[in-house]
């Protein structure tokens, strides 16, 4: 089939001396997770490539937030960007921003990178955040809703190629039907329906998704598409379901190989093409308790609200014991530690139905506050006033704010802003950036990295005015959305990652952020 297509278009060789570039994005892959794919054969093509044909595999650090919308803009533009989280508030334009929301992505990519060229000109985009600049994009954030160029029509123009994919997927999407079916009867009670939405979203991402990205790739790469960023997601939704070292996590990633080895094929059927191939990761995962769990089903945009705005002006209205008292009782109320039927109705009809009306999932504003659940992250928006808010004058209105919030269930740590730089209340006591080794990061090798996260994350206008962690609480590492796999923040699965490249290929050492693949990157273009 290879050949065939081969036979009937045939793009043009390059430039004499110049080469062109692919991009292999395995999203959310640890370093150390990979590591121990190739040790365990979970990935033979790879294991392959650095010990048979000498690719490098370099390490890599991507810095705050460990979010792919970051990591991109950073490597596709050479910009270091204003995106703390998957989901934020930007003062300055007063709206928020949630990547998979048709036009959020597009409205980042046209207000950040300033007209700077995208390592795609010209080329081809599958799967990711942002364009780069390529002329062909499906199924990308940016522009999720209307595939730009050839995207969509290289994809679906050779009939014979599709029908053949389509066999394929039919076949395997039968196979792991039957797997299922197989599971289902050995085990019948935990949780069928949960498994069932899993079982759809693998054989729509792993199977169709994945084999259409791979078609589409093979055919640009036929064609001489001078760069080309396919970004698989396989392994990232199998580990925010159920953690980054869970077998079903791990199992993607042998499917994920197999797609590699057949585009490698193709790089080798048109050697005149010049093409150099890179697999690399746009940050980890870890495994992470659901904060709900903790707090019998409260999200912490809510609770927020309940246990130190709302509360802390109740508590200073009711001074004594008789305040304190009837604070206890607001604070029972709200918890729902009561079990009169009414009282959970009028609970429910407020959390699941009245506030999905009047706001977007996963935030809550009141008096001028606003709070966003990202992840493991979520942050504190003050918006009355239009810039980030220092921690001084956070104080000023809530005296001990962050230090209260530092000491609950489910709280890793609280970033600020000071005067003096940015600041971390951890279990009630306040740090400074050059004293975190002595507290929530002690004993941590990668120290200077971590506080160079921190000091770039608090650096950005769009961070929250308090930025929360739910790393390093008693609880272990805790998401503020319900899933067993987390990124965004700063623990060493998160922040370390890899770059794979050709063995004729130097590439800046050490690689410390994602902005530094720009300028390599740019130049397949020069």
Request: hydrophobic share 40%; net charge positive.
């Amino acid at each position: 089939m290879d050949r065939f297509v081969r036979w009937v278009r045939l793009g043009a060789r390059p430039a004499r001396g110049g080469r062109r570039l692919l991009i292999v994005q395995i999203d959310g892959l640890p370093r150390s997770v990979l590591e121990r794919g190739l040790r365990e054969g979970r990935m033979p093509f790879l294991a392959r490539l650095v010990e048979r044909r000498g690719f490098g595999l370099l390490p890599m650090t991507v810095g705050l937030p460990t979010s792919t919308p970051a990591f991109q803009l950073s490597a596709m533009y050479g910009v270091r960007p204003d995106i703390p989280g998957f989901h934020y508030h930007d003062k300055g334009h007063r709206r928020d921003v949630y990547f998979p929301r048709a036009g959020d992505a597009s409205f980042v990519e046209a207000a950040q990178t300033g007209g700077r060229p995208g390592i795609l000109l010209g080329g081809s985009a599958y799967g990711c955040v942002f364009t780069g600049g390529a002329q062909n994009n499906l199924y990308n954030f940016a522009t999720i809703t209307r595939p730009t160029g050839a995207g969509l029509a290289r994809a679906l123009a050779a009939v014979v190629i599709l029908s053949w994919v389509t066999l394929k997927c039919v076949a395997l999407s039968a196979f792991e039907l039957t797997r299922a079916a197989a599971r289902l009867v050995a085990d019948p009670v935990n949780d069928p329906a949960r498994r069932f939405k899993m079982l759809m979203i693998k054989l729509g991402l792993s199977v169709w998704v994945r084999e259409l990205f791979t078609l589409a790739v093979s055919r640009d790469l036929y064609l001489g598409v001078p760069a080309i960023y396919v970004n698989y997601l396989d392994y990232d939704v199998m580990a925010h379901a159920y953690g980054p070292r869970h077998r079903r996590a791990r199992r993607a990633l042998r499917r994920i190989d197999r797609s590699i080895h057949q585009l490698w094929r193709v790089i080798r059927r048109v050697p005149e093409h010049g093409y150099d191939l890179y697999v690399l990761s746009d940050h980890g995962q870890t495994s992470t308790v659901p904060y709900p769990t903790l707090t019998g089903g409260r999200p912490i945009e809510r609770l927020l609200f309940d246990e130190f705005f709302d509360g802390g002006r109740a508590r200073s209205a009711l001074e004594g014991a008789r305040g304190h008292q009837l604070m206890q009782e607001l604070r029972a109320l709200r918890a729902q530690r009561r079990h009169g039927l009414v009282q959970r109705f009028l609970n429910y009809l407020e959390r699941d139905f009245v506030s999905r009306l009047t706001e977007p999932r996963e935030t809550h504003e009141r008096d001028g506050v606003r709070v966003i659940s990202a992840g493991p992250n979520a942050f504190v928006y003050f918006l009355d006033e239009p810039a980030a808010l220092a921690i001084e004058r956070i104080d000023e209105r809530h005296p001990g704010l962050a230090e209260d919030i530092s000491r609950s269930r489910g709280i890793g740590f609280v970033l600020a802003r000071s005067a003096q730089g940015p600041v971390c209340s951890w279990r009630g006591k306040r740090y400074a950036l050059h004293e975190l080794g002595d507290g929530p990061f002690a004993g941590r090798a990668d120290l200077a990295i971590v506080t160079d996260g921190i000091r770039d994350l608090m650096a950005m206008p769009s961070a929250g005015d308090l930025v929360i962690y739910g790393h390093g609480a008693p609880e272990g590492d805790v998401s503020f959305i319900p899933e067993r796999g987390a990124h965004a923040g700063p623990s060493a699965e998160e922040l370390q990652t890899f770059v794979l490249h050709p063995p004729n290929v130097r590439l800046p050492e050490p690689l410390v952020h994602p902005v530094q693949l720009y300028d390599h990157f740019i130049r397949y273009h020069a």
